[in-house]
Protein backbone atom coordinates (compact mmCIF):
# COMPACT_ATOMS: atom_id res chain seq x y z
CA UNK A 1 0.00 0.00 0.00
CA UNK A 2 2.78 2.36 0.69
CA UNK A 3 4.53 1.71 -2.17
CA UNK A 4 1.04 2.66 -4.31
CA UNK A 5 0.89 5.77 -2.85
CA UNK A 6 4.88 6.61 -3.22
CA UNK A 7 3.91 5.92 -7.02
CA UNK A 8 0.69 7.44 -7.49
CA UNK A 9 2.84 11.09 -5.98
CA UNK A 10 5.07 11.61 -8.07
CA UNK A 11 2.87 11.08 -10.85
CA UNK A 12 -0.25 13.50 -9.30
CA UNK A 13 2.79 15.88 -9.38
CA UNK A 14 3.81 15.29 -12.86
CA UNK A 15 -0.11 15.68 -14.23
CA UNK A 16 -0.11 18.85 -11.98
CA UNK A 17 2.83 20.32 -12.75
CA UNK A 18 2.40 20.90 -16.61
CA UNK A 19 -0.70 22.35 -15.73
CA UNK A 20 0.23 24.76 -13.36
CA UNK A 21 3.29 26.10 -15.88
CA UNK A 22 1.01 26.23 -18.64
CA UNK A 23 -1.03 28.50 -16.68
CA UNK A 24 1.33 31.27 -16.40
CA UNK A 25 1.84 30.86 -20.58
CA UNK A 26 0.49 34.02 -22.57
CA UNK A 27 0.26 34.05 -26.15
CA UNK A 28 -0.17 36.68 -28.70
CA UNK A 29 -0.89 37.63 -32.45
CA UNK A 30 0.13 40.43 -35.22
CA UNK A 31 -1.93 40.50 -38.51
CA UNK A 32 0.86 41.33 -40.81
CA UNK A 33 -1.22 42.66 -43.55
CA UNK A 34 -2.95 45.01 -41.11
CA UNK A 35 0.94 46.16 -40.34
CA UNK A 36 1.74 46.14 -44.46
CA UNK A 37 -1.51 48.25 -44.24
CA UNK A 38 -1.90 50.69 -41.29
CA UNK A 39 2.27 51.94 -41.04
CA UNK A 40 3.48 54.43 -41.76
CA UNK A 41 5.88 52.53 -43.85
CA UNK A 42 2.92 51.31 -45.39
CA UNK A 43 0.87 54.25 -46.30
CA UNK A 44 4.21 55.59 -48.06
CA UNK A 45 4.12 52.24 -50.56
CA UNK A 46 1.29 52.68 -51.03
CA UNK A 47 2.35 56.36 -52.32
CA UNK A 48 4.61 54.82 -53.60
CA UNK A 49 2.79 52.46 -56.07
CA UNK A 50 0.42 55.46 -56.74
CA UNK A 51 3.40 57.56 -58.09
CA UNK A 52 4.94 54.88 -60.06
CA UNK A 53 2.15 53.45 -61.46
CA UNK A 54 -0.69 55.18 -61.07
CA UNK A 55 -0.56 56.98 -65.00
CA UNK A 56 -0.32 54.13 -66.67
CA UNK A 57 -3.30 53.04 -64.74
CA UNK A 58 -5.28 55.86 -65.53
CA UNK A 59 -4.09 55.22 -69.91
CA UNK A 60 -5.48 51.77 -69.38
CA UNK A 61 -8.94 52.05 -67.79
CA UNK A 62 -9.15 55.02 -70.45
CA UNK A 63 -7.85 52.33 -72.96
CA UNK A 64 -10.67 50.26 -71.63
CA UNK A 65 -13.53 52.82 -71.76
CA UNK A 66 -12.50 53.22 -75.47
CA UNK A 67 -12.86 49.88 -76.42
CA UNK A 68 -16.38 49.32 -74.47
CA UNK A 69 -17.01 52.14 -76.65
CA UNK A 70 -16.09 50.72 -79.80
CA UNK A 71 -17.95 47.52 -78.77
CA UNK A 72 -20.80 49.22 -78.04
CA UNK A 73 -20.91 51.21 -81.19
CA UNK A 74 -20.65 48.07 -83.25
CA UNK A 75 -23.17 46.22 -81.35
CA UNK A 76 -25.63 49.03 -82.00
CA UNK A 77 -24.61 49.54 -85.93
CA UNK A 78 -24.00 46.15 -86.98
CA UNK A 79 -27.31 45.36 -88.48
CA UNK A 80 -26.60 48.31 -90.68
CA UNK A 81 -22.98 47.02 -92.14
CA UNK A 82 -21.70 44.94 -94.46
CA UNK A 83 -20.27 41.59 -93.79
CA UNK A 84 -17.33 42.78 -94.98
CA UNK A 85 -17.06 45.83 -92.63
CA UNK A 86 -18.58 43.96 -89.96
CA UNK A 87 -15.66 41.29 -89.84
CA UNK A 88 -12.70 44.39 -90.33
CA UNK A 89 -14.08 46.00 -87.08
CA UNK A 90 -14.40 43.02 -85.36
CA UNK A 91 -11.14 42.21 -85.68
CA UNK A 92 -9.85 45.36 -84.96
CA UNK A 93 -11.83 45.14 -81.67
CA UNK A 94 -10.26 41.94 -80.70
CA UNK A 95 -6.56 43.04 -81.97
CA UNK A 96 -7.12 46.40 -79.63
CA UNK A 97 -8.51 43.88 -76.36
CA UNK A 98 -5.38 41.96 -77.15
CA UNK A 99 -2.58 44.51 -76.69
CA UNK A 100 -5.11 45.89 -73.72
CA UNK A 101 -4.86 42.28 -72.19
CA UNK A 102 -1.31 42.27 -72.61
CA UNK A 103 -0.48 45.44 -71.08
CA UNK A 104 -2.67 45.01 -68.54
CA UNK A 105 -0.82 41.84 -67.45
CA UNK A 106 2.51 43.53 -67.67
CA UNK A 107 1.54 46.08 -65.46
CA UNK A 108 0.45 43.82 -63.10
CA UNK A 109 3.26 41.58 -62.92
CA UNK A 110 5.25 45.32 -62.24
CA UNK A 111 3.12 46.53 -59.52
CA UNK A 112 3.51 42.84 -58.12
CA UNK A 113 6.77 42.38 -57.96
CA UNK A 114 6.84 46.56 -56.83
CA UNK A 115 4.62 45.25 -53.77
CA UNK A 116 6.72 42.13 -52.87
CA UNK A 117 9.97 44.47 -52.51
CA UNK A 118 7.59 47.07 -50.51
CA UNK A 119 6.44 44.96 -48.25
CA UNK A 120 9.68 43.51 -47.94
CA UNK A 121 11.28 46.71 -46.43
CA UNK A 122 8.36 46.87 -44.08
CA UNK A 123 8.10 43.27 -43.06
CA UNK A 124 12.48 43.14 -42.50
CA UNK A 125 12.89 45.57 -38.76
CA UNK A 126 8.73 43.84 -38.02
CA UNK A 127 10.24 40.30 -36.03
CA UNK A 128 12.83 42.69 -34.02
CA UNK A 129 9.95 44.82 -32.83
CA UNK A 130 7.28 41.45 -32.28
CA UNK A 131 10.20 40.33 -29.94
CA UNK A 132 10.50 43.22 -28.29
CA UNK A 133 6.52 43.47 -27.68
CA UNK A 134 6.91 39.94 -27.08
CA UNK A 135 9.14 40.40 -24.05
CA UNK A 136 7.49 44.00 -22.61
CA UNK A 137 4.10 42.14 -22.49
CA UNK A 138 5.92 38.51 -21.53
CA UNK A 139 4.22 36.73 -24.18
CA UNK A 140 5.52 33.57 -24.98
CA UNK A 141 4.14 32.42 -28.04
CA UNK A 142 3.14 35.14 -31.29
CA UNK A 143 1.12 33.99 -34.25
CA UNK A 144 0.44 35.23 -37.47
CA UNK A 145 -3.26 35.78 -36.78
CA UNK A 146 -4.43 34.97 -40.86
CA UNK A 147 -1.70 32.38 -41.18
CA UNK A 148 -1.72 30.50 -37.45
CA UNK A 149 -4.60 28.60 -38.61
CA UNK A 150 -6.63 29.33 -35.27
CA UNK A 151 -10.08 29.76 -35.44
CA UNK A 152 -10.48 31.72 -32.77
CA UNK A 153 -8.51 33.53 -30.67
CA UNK A 154 -9.60 36.43 -28.03
CA UNK A 155 -8.70 39.84 -29.52
CA UNK A 156 -7.66 41.13 -26.01
CA UNK A 157 -4.06 38.87 -27.70
CA UNK A 158 -3.42 41.43 -30.69
CA UNK A 159 -0.49 43.11 -30.70
CA UNK A 160 -0.94 44.59 -33.80
CA UNK A 161 -1.35 47.84 -32.68
CA UNK A 162 1.83 48.16 -30.51
CA UNK A 163 3.78 46.45 -33.28
CA UNK A 164 2.96 49.90 -35.77
CA UNK A 165 3.46 52.02 -33.23
CA UNK A 166 6.78 50.65 -32.58
CA UNK A 167 7.22 50.25 -36.39
CA UNK A 168 6.26 54.06 -36.70
CA UNK A 169 8.17 55.30 -34.02
CA UNK A 170 11.27 53.26 -35.57
CA UNK A 171 10.79 54.86 -39.30
CA UNK A 172 11.32 58.27 -37.54
CA UNK A 173 14.72 57.43 -35.68
Known amino acids: MKQRILFVFPLLFLLVTPVQAAKHQKIGYVNMQEVIDESKLGQQARE ?3 EKFGDRQQKLAGEQQSILQLQQ ?8 MSRK ?3 KRTAEIQKRKKKFQQKVTQLQK ?5 ENKLAQRILEPT ?6 VAKDKRVSAVFERRQSGLLYI ?5 LTAEVIKRLDAEKKK
Open 110 to 114: EVGQE
Open 154 to 158: DDGLD
Open 48 to 50: TLK
Open 127 to 132: PAIITA
Open 73 to 80: TLDRDKAL
Open 85 to 87: ELD
